[in-house]
């Protein structure tokens, strides 16, 4: 069982000491305090029976991961039953704090999609997913009004491009309408994120999604 895993319980009584501050992308934790711990310090509620579920289902994969108590970053962004991934098998940016239903899908799509799809198309690994980040606390498409993006809950990740064994890059960008086996590639993972996640947007839904995909999951299947 993963080490993480085998010591969540021990770490619910200490996950106050853990909280990322607001903007957990932007600003790692503090030094470690060097006062002792009072008496008097609450101790966290237990997660909720559906976020321990999933994080048995996501231990079972063989990740690496760190429980995240629930937070409230202000404006009505916050982050519930979620978590941090330190180690998916295969190296991956900016993955901030993510709910863990969306973590787990993740996984499973670069492990049963993405790296599948780069050996039967360029016959080769892929040893690299670029995102660009999960949590941020704004409106859709980064508006000054309008309803909150899902990035603001933890709840979505961008992936902009994938860079494979011999160091080739595929990106969204340049390889959705590029040569075919690019166009082949991306399309073949957009079409397996629609199974697994409740939004999918890419470049044929808009301007603003030409250079990546956006998983969520909000929505019910909502594909583009």
Known sequence: MNRVFRLFPLALALL??????GGPERRGDGPPSTSRPTASRPA?????????????QLNETGVRFTPLPDQDFGGGCSARGSLRLNDIGTQTTNLGVMTCPLARNFVAWVNHAV???????????????????????????????GRLSQHAFANA???????????????VLDGWNGDSRARQFLRLLHASACRRFGTVLGPDYNAPHANHFHFDMSGEGYCR
């Open 16 to 21: 106050v000491s853990a909280c990322v501050g």
């Open 44 to 56: 966290l509620p237990a997660p909720a029976p559906a976020t321990r579920a999933c994080f048995a």
């Open 115 to 145: 790296k599948p799809a780069g050996r039967q198309i360029y016959g080769q690994d892929v040893v690299r997913v670029e995102t660009f980040g999960t949590y941020s606390c704004r409106n859709i498409y980064g508006g000054r009004s």
């Open 157 to 171: 990740i961008d992936v902009s491009g994938f860079v494979l064994a011999d160091g080739r890059r595929v990106t």
